[in-house]
């Protein structure tokens, strides 16, 4: 790209309406934001247009179409469309740069040098968890794996790991969102179960053990342990049904809370937030927020004249970005450097 000419990268955009509640429009308004930051602050260099693209009816032969002479695909949303973007982005041969979610399915070998997503590996996620239930004094923990290859291949990591001290697995069951839920929770409760850990990424499946459970909780037969999930069920549409479960709801969160201020990062965050007239904070706009900068900061500093170009700077070394080291690796030992725990609070919200 010759310096000056104006840099594309693309966007699909993910309608409310496909199930996130809002998330697809916080990665779009925050990367503009970003992109728009960049432009009006630029000298001398290449501007970048975002191009968006409405996720409804745009087929792999349009995508592929729109989205040639880009730099990217950046923050894509939701399994099917990630996975569209990731076939588009191989054939055209540029990054598919942080997957906001459902990027599970793109953790396959297939997609190496072609998906970038901000993402723990799986052993860096599961040790997160274990250490807290283990500092919470959790004795006996039940795991719940979901029926698939992603719940599989959590359980494979898992048994590789060593607990901690006086943590014991009492415990396993496989779910799916027809799972027989008060024999399951029979089992559990027989086994002396205080928390356990979904290894799951389903949110009907996760919806329909919470709202069992809650649906008992004013009943003798109450039962509500601790509930530990990784990242990929920190999404609003199970927020909402897990919101106000007596027995506690933690994530695991691969960004710091966008609502805190140690790190620069974060109130970089906040100010370009609040001065594009965005004032709902959220782990998803956030994280749209590092992507782009990643993006932007690669093109200012030279790095990103081709995609390739682009493609090798990212994964060359951990990006340091206002505080944190931010690593994209395709596989499955992707990690930001950085892993915490959110609480799911009554209201939906989640607090770090």
Not at 148 to 155: F, K, N, S, T, V
Not at 325 to 333: E, M
């Amino acid at each position: 790209m010759a310096q000056g000419a104006p840099i594309k990268v693309t966007l699909v955009a993910s309608a409310d309406e496909e199930g996130q509640n809002g998330l697809g429009d916080e990665v779009q308004i925050m990367t503009q934001a970003v992109i728009d930051e960049y432009n009006d602050t630029q000298t001398g260099g290449p501007t970048i247009e975002l191009q968006v693209l409405d996720s409804q009816g745009v087929s792999e032969a349009k995508l592929a179409q729109e989205a040639a002479g880009s730099l990217a695909l950046v923050s894509c949303v939701n399994e099917k469309p990630c996975l569209l973007q990731a076939k588009v982005a191989k054939a055209l041969n540029i990054p598919l740069l942080g997957p906001m979610t459902g990027d599970m399915a793109l953790r396959d070998k297939a997609w190496a040098g072609t998906v970038l997503p901000v993402r723990p590996s799986n052993a860096d996620a599961l040790k997160n968890a274990l250490r807290a239930l283990s500092t919470m004094r959790v004795k006996k923990l039940g795991v719940l794996v979901q029926g698939d290859a992603y719940g599989q291949d959590l359980e494979a990591v898992l048994g590789t790991l060593k607990l901690p001290e006086g943590l014991e697995i009492a415990a396993k069951e496989t779910i799916d969102s027809k799972s027989a839920w008060p024999a399951l929770t029979q089992r559990l409760q027989g086994a002396g179960v205080t928390a356990v850990l979904l290894l799951s990424d389903h949110v009907p499946t996760a919806n329909a053990l919470v709202s069992y459970w809650n649906s008992r909780r004013k009943t003798a037969a109450a039962y509500t342990p601790t509930m530990m999930h990784l990242d990929g069920l920190a999404v609003p549409e199970y927020a909402e049904k897990a919101a106000g479960y007596p027995g506690g709801s933690m994530f695991v969160t691969v960004v710091p809370s966008p609502w805190g201020g140690r790190r620069q990062a974060q109130r970089d965050y906040q100010a370009l937030a609040q001065s594009k007239g965005i004032y709902r904070a959220s782990y998803g706009s956030f994280e749209a927020f590092l992507n782009a900068r990643v993006l932007v900061n690669a093109v200012r500093n030279g790095k990103a004249t081709t995609p390739a170009k682009l493609a090798q700077y990212i994964h060359s070394s951990p990006i340091s970005l206002g505080g944190l080291s931010l690593r994209y690796v395709a596989g499955k030992n992707d990690t930001t450097g950085f892993l915490d725990l959110a609480v799911l609070g009554g209201d939906g919200s989640f607090r770090h």
